[in-house]
């Protein structure tokens, strides 16, 4: 337990410091670049495509419904282009139309994303597959096409992971993999970008208010329609709890702020978590910390208290090193 407590404050030590230094920075590039967000018709997307275009650059919207496209395009600094990120076609014809318009692309938000919940036993193999398609190759699949162009403008990529990468509960085990995969995935196309100059970190926002739980439910509620079931009270209801639910919650300014800062900060973070309230911080932080000493508890070289601690203070006076 002491042993736990004195990491605790360690850590909360490092979160200052990341904080201070965010807070502090004015030298943030300012001037107008071409940014690509997909999935952002609704929610973190919606609110980020907004910002940027707000402050003047030029955003390139990824969505795939007809009224969607139609709403982004009637904003200032917003062309709204049609990417569903499952389809090469259509992430093939976005790059096309960015070389085309010939404004390069500075930066790649990679936040189009779904969940689907559920328990291991009983969930759809088909559900799973859908899930890992969008979040996972979804990502991968557009990263790859647009990494010549973020090379050449030396740039950045930033991809909107979830606290759920970094802990998980039951039920969430799919959706918290993918997440989990961002964090990899962010690492090593880090490496792989060093020495090209370009830039990546990972935005790992807590409960915000969007369309995503909502979004889950009537993805159930259509499966069952289209196997000619009917949609109980009950059903009903737990949509519109979950509708209220996340109508509750607050506007994700904190997470565009955060990407504000990924995005354009000349010592950009490697990872972000965002959360709404104290106690979410505490409960992401808190778990990474039972995890560092689980796996310190097993073998012949663990660490002994003091070395371990000494580890964590090493790593305080590197943090920000992207």
Not at 2 to 14: D, E, Q
Not at 30 to 37: R, Y
Not at 101 to 120: D, H, R, S
Request: charged fraction near 20%; include cysteine; aromatic fraction near 6%.
């Amino acid at each position: 337990m002491k042993l736990l407590n004195s990491i605790a404050a360690i850590l909360l030590s490092l979160i200052i410091v990341c904080a201070s230094q965010a807070v502090e920075s004015d030298k943030s590039d300012n001037s107008q670049k071409s940014i690509l967000v997909t999935g952002a018709s609704t929610g973190i997307g919606r609110h980020l495509a907004e910002t940027l275009a707000s402050e003047g650059h030029h955003v390139y919207a990824g969505a795939r419904k007809e009224s969607d496209i139609a709403e982004l395009n009637a904003l200032e600094n917003i062309t709204a282009v049609r990417l569903d990120v499952t389809k090469q076609n259509e992430v093939d014809a976005v790059r096309q139309l960015i070389e085309k318009n010939g404004t390069g692309l500075y930066a790649l938000v990679n936040n189009a994303g779904i969940f689907i919940g559920g328990e291991v036993a009983s969930t759809d193999m088909a559900d799973h597959r859908k899930l890992y398609e969008v979040n996972v190759e979804g990502v991968y699949r557009v990263s790859k096409a647009f990494i010549p162009l973020i090379i050449e403008s030396k740039g950045r990529i930033a991809t909107t992971g979830s606290i759920a990468g970094t802990i998980t509960r039951a039920q969430m085990s799919a959706y918290s993999g993918t997440k989990h995969w961002m964090e990899a995935f962010t690492d090593a196309l880090a490496a792989e970008m060093q020495a090209s100059g370009v830039r990546l970190s990972v935005i790992q926002p807590g409960n915000y208010q969007t369309n995503i739980r909502r979004t889950s439910v009537l993805h159930q509620h259509n499966k069952l329609k289209a196997q000619g079931k009917a949609i109980t009270p009950e059903m009903q209801k737990q949509y519109d709890d979950m509708a209220a639910y996340e109508l509750s919650l607050n506007k994700p300014d904190d997470v565009s702020e955060a990407y504000m800062h990924a995005l354009f900060d000349p010592n950009p973070l490697r990872r972000y978590i965002v959360t709404p309230n104290k106690e979410e911080h505490a409960f992401t932080i808190g778990d990474k910390i039972r995890q560092l000493v689980e796996l310190n508890q097993w073998g012949e070289y663990r660490y002994t208290q003091a070395e371990l601690l000494e580890l964590v203070n090493k790593a305080i006076e590197g943090n920000g090193a992207n």
